[in-house]
C-alpha cells in the first residue's frame, strides 16, 4: 500500500502523470455528471461506451493546449486554469439542468437569450451537497501545488508531445463522432435535442458546436435589410386570400384542440388488413358529415420532421431546407404564432400535451417564443416502465392523463395533443395489440399497421371522452398527420400491399404517398364532407383562423385558406418539388395526375409549370429569408403584441392552472369549474393495459411531480 502510494507519488510529480491525473480527474466528473445529475436516456451498450468515450477526446484536445507552453510554471498553471474552466463549464451545466433539465446555450451565457433564462443568485438554491465533488479535486490539487507536496516537473517537454497528444485527440474525437452518427445518424444536422449532442459528443463539443452556430446566425441575421422585409410583404399582399363567406366564423368562439397524428398517412384511411380496417374510428371521422376531410393534403416538412409541421401549422412558415428551424433558430426568432394571434383576438388560452421531454426539438424554449401559456411535457405524466415507448408516453395514456390538466384550461383554449406512439420502427409491446400484421418482407412496415391501429384507438378514447365532459360540442377538431411513417426505401415492401409492383414504383408513386390526412371535425355542422382540393401543411393556420372568423390580413403567413376561392393548389414540397390538382413535377421532370410521365409538354403547359415552379422557389427562398434573417422582428402586423416569453415558464403549470381557476371564481371557464369543482377524469375510459397492471393512480404521481417542481422554482 505504501509502496503504491510512492509510485503514485512520483507519478504525479512528473509532467506526464500530472496531465493524466488532471485528464482521469476531469474524466470521473464528467462521469459523475451524467451518470447522477443529467438524465440523457442512454441505453444499451454502445450507447454506454459513447458516453463513457466522449469527454476523453475533448479533455485531452483542451488540456494538451497547455502543453505547447514551454515554461513549466506558466505550463501548470495553463493546466489548471484550463482544468478550472471547464469544471466551472460543467458546474454551470449541471446547475442549469437542474432547473430547466436543459444544457445552456452560448446565448444562455452571454445573456442574450431571451427565453432560457441564465443562472440567476437564485441559482445557489440548486446547489446540493455532494456538488463538493465537482470542486474538491481542483482545491486539493491548488494546495498540494502550493505546499510543494507536489513538485512542478522542470524538465522541458519533448517537443512532439503536445503534437501527438492533439493528434490523439482529434482520431478519438473522429472515432466519438462515427460511432456518434452510427446511433443517431444526421446527429449534427438535425440536431434534434441538445441532450443528444451532450450524450454522444459531451459538454465541450456541444458548446463548441453551439457556439460556431450562433456565430452563424448572428451573422445572417446581422446582413437583414430593408429589401428582404419588403419582398416578404409584396409576396403575402399578392397571396392574400379572401374567406368563403358561409365558412368564415362558423367556429367562432369554440375550443380548438390540434391532434398531431405522429407519422400517419392518408392512405390508411379505410385500409385493410385481412378485411379488418386498420383505423375504423378515424374513419369513421373521415366519412362524418361533421367532419371537412381533405383528399389531398401533403406534408411539407424536411429534415425538422416532426418540428417543421408544427412550425407550419403554428406559423404558416415553412421549415428550413436543412436541419430544423426550431432548433436551429427557435431559441431566439420572433413568431408570430396561432397560441398569440388567438389569445390575442379572441382571448384563446393556450396548452401542449406531449408524452417527451420538454427538451426534444427545443419545444421548451420555441414554445415560449410563440406564446403557449402551458407545456405539459414528460415531466407531468409518469411515465415509467410500460407506459413509455420510444419517444416516451403511449398514446392511449397520453390522452387520459391530459384530461385532469385540459379541464382546468380557461376556455375558449387552444390545445395540441401530439402522439409519439406510431413512430418509425413502430414498435409495441404485445399486451397493447392483436392486430393482425401483413407480412411483406419489411418489419417496419408491418409493424406501422398495428400502431396506427393503436393510434386509432387511442383517438376514439379520447373522443368519447370529450364527447361524455360535453367538450365536444363547444369544440372544433383538427385532426392532421405530421409525415410520412415509411420512407421510400420501405415504400418498396409497401407497393404491394396498395395492389402495385415494387418494379415499376417510381418517384411518382413516392410523392402521392405524401398525402396525410386533414380532418376538421366542427360537431353541429352537417355540410362537411370529402374536400378535394389540393393543400399542405402550410395552409392550415390561415384556415382555421378563417373558420374562427379570425382576420389574418397583415400576417406574414405564406400558405392560404383551404376554403378560399383564391386558395392556391401548387402544394411545394421543401425540396422545391411540388404537386397540382393536375400535375406532379419532381426535380424538373414532369407527370400527370395518372402518373405517367409528360415528355413533350405543351408550350402553354410548359409555360404554366415554370410559373408554378418559379412561385414554388420564391416562396419557400422568402421563407428562409423569414427564418434565417429573423424578420418578424422588424415587423409586427397591426393590433398584434409581440409576444414576450419571459411571461411563461412551464415548471408549475397544473399548480397555476389551478389557481387561476379558484382567484376567477364564479367567471372560471374551465371545465372543472364548469362541473362544480369536480374533476372529469371518472369520464375517461381506456383499456390500457398498462393501468390494470399495477399503480393506475395517475392522479398521485402527476401531482406529485409537477408539485415538486413548482417547490424548486425559483424564477417568475
Ligand atoms: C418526439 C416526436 C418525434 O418528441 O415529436 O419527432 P420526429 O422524429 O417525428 O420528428
Ligand atoms: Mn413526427
Redesign the pocket.
Known amino acids: 500500500m505504501k509502496r503504491l502510494l510512492k509510485n503514485l507519488h512520483t507519478f504525479i510529480n512528473q509532467r506526464n502523470g500530472f496531465f493524466i491525473l488532471l485528464v482521469g480527474l476531469f474524466w470521473l466528473k464528467t462521469m459523475f455528471a451524467y451518470y447522477v445529475d443529467f438524465s440523457l436516456g442512454v441505453s444499451g451498450v454502445f450507447q454506454h461506451i459513447i458516453l463513457w468515450l466522449n469527454p476523453l477526446a475533448t479533455t485531452l484536445l483542451v488540456f494538451g493546449l497547455a502543453l505547447y507552453i514551454q515554461r513549466p510554471i506558466w505550463r501548470y498553471f495553463g493546466l489548471m486554469i484550463l482544468s478550472t474552466a471547464n469544471t466551472a463549464l460543467l458546474y454551470f451545466n449541471v446547475i442549469y439542468y437542474r432547473q430547466f433539465t436543459d444544457f445552456m446555450t452560448i446565448n444562455t451565457i452571454l445573456g442574450y437569450s431571451k427565453v432560457s433564462e441564465g443562472l440567476s443568485s437564485s441559482s445557489l438554491a440548486l446547489a446540493r451537497p455532494y456538488d463538493v465533488l465537482y470542486w474538491l479535486d481542483l482545491v486539493i490539487l491548488v494546495v498540494l501545488l502550493l505546499s510543494r507536496l507536489i513538485k512542478i516537473d522542470q524538465r522541458p517537454i519533448r517537443h512532439h508531445l503536445p503534437f501527438a497528444i492533439t493528434s490523439v485527440a482529434v482520431l478519438l474525437f473522429s472515432v466519438n463522432l462515427t460511432l456518434g452518427e452510427a446511433d443517431r445518424p444526421q446527429l449534427l444536422t438535425r440536431t ?1 435535442d441538445r441532450n443528444y449532442i451532450v450524450k454522444y459528443l459531451g459538454i465541450d463539443a456541444y458548446t463548441v458546436y453551439d457556439a460556431v452556430k450562433t456565430a452563424q446566425n448572428n451573422q445572417t441575421r446581422a446582413s437583414a435589410n430593408g429589401s428582404d422585409l419588403a419582398n416578404v410583404l409584396t409576396f403575402i399582399n399578392q397571396h392574400n386570400a379572401a374567406p368563403d363567406p358561409d365558412m368564415y366564423g362558423i367556429a367562432k368562439g369554440r375550443n380548438v384542440i390540434i391532434l ?1 397524428l ?2 400517419f398517412q392518408q392512405f390508411l384511411i379505410d385500409y385493410k388488413v385481412d378485411g379488418q380496417e386498420v383505423t375504423p374510428f378515424l374513419n369513421s371521422l373521415y366519412h362524418s358529415d361533421q367532419t371537412y376531410a381533405f383528399s389531398n393534403f401533403f406534408h411539407q416538412v424536411g429534415q ?5 409541421a408544427e412550425n407550419m401549422l403554428e406559423t404558416s412558415v415553412y421549415g428550413l431546407p436543412q436541419g ?1 428551424v426550431f432548433t436551429a433558430l427557435g431559441s431566439d426568432n420572433t413568431f408570430q404564432a396561432a397560441p398569440a394571434i388567438l389569445q390575442q383576438k379572441a382571448g384563446y388560452s393556450s396548452a401542449v400535451f ?1 408524452g ?2 420538454g427538451s ?2 427545443n ?1 421548451d424554449n420555441v414554445y415560449k417564443n410563440m406564446g403557449y401559456q402551458n407545456f405539459f411535457d414528460a415531466s407531468y405524466f409518469d411515465t415509467e416502465g410500460d407506459r413509455s415507448e420510444q ?2 408516453l403511449k398514446d392511449k395514456l397520453l390522452f387520459r392523463d391530459s384530461v385532469k390538466y385540459l379541464e382546468q384550461l380557461q376556455q375558449p383554449f387552444y390545445a395540441k395533443f ?1 402522439t ?1 406512439t406510431n ?2 420502427p413502430f414498435p409495441l409491446d404485445s399486451e397493447d395489440t392483436d392486430f393482425p400484421l401483413p407480412t411483406t418482407d419489411d418489419k417496419a412496415v408491418n409493424n406501422y399497421f398495428a400502431t396506427a391501429h393503436y393510434l386509432d384507438q387511442s383517438l376514439q378514447e379520447f373522443f368519447e371522452y370529450l364527447k361524455s365532459s360535453g367538450l365536444y360540442d363547444n369544440s372544433m377538431i383538427v385532426l392532421y398527420g ?2 410520412y411513417g415509411l420512407s421510400n426505401s420501405d415504400n418498396l415492401s409497401l407497393a404491394e400491399l396498395l395492389g402495385k409492383s415494387a418494379d415499376t414504383w417510381n418517384d411518382y408513386d413516392n410523392a402521392q404517398l405524401q398525402r396525410v390526412p386533414l380532418m376538421i371535425n366542427i360537431p353541429g355542422q352537417h355540410n362537411g364532407g370529402i374536400q378535394k382540393q389540393y393543400g399542405g401543411e402550410i395552409d392550415v393556420l390561415p384556415t382555421i383562423e378563417h373558420l374562427l372568423g379570425i382576420d389574418n390580413t397583415g400576417y406574414v403567413q405564406f400558405g392560404t385558406d383551404l376554403f378560399s376561392a383564391q386558395h392556391d393548389q401548387v402544394v411545394a414540397f421543401r425540396n422545391s418539388n411540388f404537386v397540382t390538382p393536375t400535375h406532379t413535377v419532381l426535380d424538373g421532370t414532369i407527370y400527370n395526375n395518372d402518373g405517367e410521365e409528360v415528355t413533350h409538354p405543351s408550350a402553354t403547359l410548359k409555360a404554366e409549370i415554370k410559373r408554378q415552379q418559379d412561385k414554388v422557389q420564391n416562396e419557400l427562398q422568402l421563407s428562409d429569408t423569414v427564418n434565417n434573417k429573423n424578420l418578424l422582428r422588424f415587423y409586427t402586423p397591426i393590433g398584434f403584441k409581440p409576444v414576450d416569453p419571459e411571461n411563461y415558464n412551464y415548471k408549475n403549470d397544473f399548480a397555476q392552472l389551478k389557481m387561476t381557476g379558484e382567484k376567477l371564481g364564479q367567471l372560471s371557464t374551465s371545465l372543472y369549474s364548469k362541473n362544480g369543482d369536480r374533476t372529469t377524469s371518472n369520464h375517461y375510459k381506456t383499456d390500457a393495459p398498462e393501468l390494470s397492471s399495477g399503480d393506475d393512480d395517475a392522479d398521485t404521481t402527476n401531482a406529485t411531480s409537477s408539485e415538486n417542481s413548482s417547490s424548486s422554482q425559483s424564477t417568475e
Open positions: 434534434f398531431h405522429e407519422s425538422g420532421k416532426t418540428s417543421d430544423s406531449h417527451n421531454v426534444f426539438w419545444r419517444y416516451g401530439i409519439v413512430h418509425f405530421d409525415h
